[in-house]
């Protein structure tokens, strides 16, 4: 699979973390890689007719919106597909779909089912383009046609920036009291923009920056890697990496088909 990153426009730039193309050739459909949980939103926008992917037993023939993830996810990328990948900030794709996240967590949907004859139009105009940084502005330019400037929530941000500095090491009351608001009220603007509770999305915070520190300081114990994290005890570490990749922490290092 051949992967190109591209520039993003500057008004797209507060929502959307990274755009790639992504070309798949030779061996693709007989490979799957596992692609764990986050706490993004992802969009495929398929330019071929080669089906996009198999997610799990399902074949996605067209482009496909993948929401937040609460478990592992197998994926084949089919042979001669060809797609623009687009992936949104914690708590932004709300500004572009204006549907409830919680709602929608743990789900791929076709981007038709989403955006009605628009996505069967970008499809086609895409095809017709040869040129992959033509194809990207291309998909830009919708995103931005489709981008709700009214439902952006400061509270909402405030709390995701303040998780991200903290690499997850934040308490929740400690955002409330920040904020005045009851953790009820938080909790609710969390499932409605991000699709999880504040609780859950520190624990998934924190687990992905232990994937970050795996990558950083390789030659650390596990052991180190817990702790630095912010795990106190090995157990709730393991339970995690079970929970969210399959696996032990150890597995996941030395395997060669999980995407982190």
């Not at 040129?131 to 009214?150: F, I, M, P, T």
């Not at 909402?156 to 920040?178: M, W």
């Amino acid at each position: 699979m051949r992967l190109q990153f591209y520039d993003i426009i500057p008004s797209l730039q507060p929502y959307i973390k990274l755009i790639c193309s992504m070309d798949c050739d030779g061996e693709a459909d007989r490979q799957h890689i596992r692609v764990l949980p986050d706490t993004c939103v992802e969009l495929f926008v398929n330019y071929t007719n080669s089906p996009v992917a198999i997610i799990g037993d399902e074949l996605h023939k067209r482009s496909i919106i993948t929401f937040r993830m609460s478990r592992p996810m197998d994926v084949q990328m089919r042979k001669g597909t060809g797609c623009v990948a687009i992936c949104f900030y914690p708590g932004m794709a709300y500004n572009f779909f204006q549907l409830p996240m919680h709602a929608l967590s743990d789900l791929t949907v076709s981007l038709s089912d989403l955006w009605n004859g628009m996505a069967a139009e970008i499809e086609e105009k895409l095809a017709d383009i040869c040129n992959a940084e033509v194809r990207v502005n291309l998909v830009q330019k919708y995103l931005l046609e489709q981008l709700a400037s009214d439902t952006y929530d400061a509270q909402v941000a405030y709390c995701l920036n303040q998780v991200q500095l903290s690499r997850g090491l934040i308490t929740v009351s400690k955002l409330t009291n920040d904020l005045g608001l009851s953790q009820r009220h938080l909790s609710r603007k969390f499932q409605q923009y991000v699709g999880l509770s504040p609780k859950e999305y520190l624990q998934v915070s924190r687990f992905i920056c232990s994937l970050d520190y795996l990558k950083e300081y390789p030659a650390r114990s596990l052991t180190e890697v817990a702790y630095k994290s912010g795990y106190y005890d090995q157990a709730h570490f393991n339970r995690d990496y079970k929970t969210y990749t399959g696996h032990s922490p150890g597995q996941v290092v030395h395997s060669q088909h999980i995407l982190y």
